[in-house]
């Protein structure tokens, strides 16, 4: 058995947490998760940059190969990366805690807004890849990452999302859909989000939401406190 040099990278079209003992890769292209125990995750640490999870062993494990035929590692430094989990500070509170109940004042050019966002989501969805979803959050983000906005104006703006959302989808069981249409909503406004993928061991369960700094925009803290971030937008 021989070691493989120089050492291989994650790619840049995957992502990878460790969650309870169980490694975590989501693969950008397909938008599809796999899970590696602890132990088949440990084997890969010698030959993997940044490997999150940290093995003596100098075996070349067979799981290598896989990995490399998925396209979830490569040799080639400017295809790959490190393998450093994403880090985020975890929202501590809820953005509509404390904000009035009913319905808000929606302007003409509100519903407008919503329309043409739900009508992409759905679009994108159902079309697009994964990966291109990705890529245009965040060529259209970090141009508008130093702008801030008062969380009074983002509070409202959310409440008239939420206010119209049911005439377009229901909000059980479409995080995705939820997340990437109120964040096309809050774009035509100036307002951009993060977006955090992330995943619960056990049972397995595969989440995502948006926040705003520390605050919670699509859930509660509670209900993500068990979650571990994979992928953050």
Known sequence: MGTATPPYFLSKQAHVCVASDTLFLLDEANGKYLSIGKEQAASLAPFILDWPITSKNGNTPTLLQSLLGRSLIT?????????????????????????????????????????MSVAYALGSKKYLPFRRIVSTVQKRKRPAQERQVQTDVLASLIRVFDWLRPLAFKKTNECFLYCLALNEFLSKYGVYPTWIFAVQARPFTAHCWLQYGDQALTDIPFNLRRMVPILVI
Not at 78 to 97: C, E, N, Y
């Open 75 to 115: 040799k080639d430094p400017k295809l790959g990366k490190s393998a450093t989990p994403a880090t985020i500070q975890m929202p501590v509170a809820w953005l509509r805690d404390g904000q009035p109940r009913g319905r808000p004042r929606i302007t003409a050019n509100d519903f407008y807004r919503f329309s």
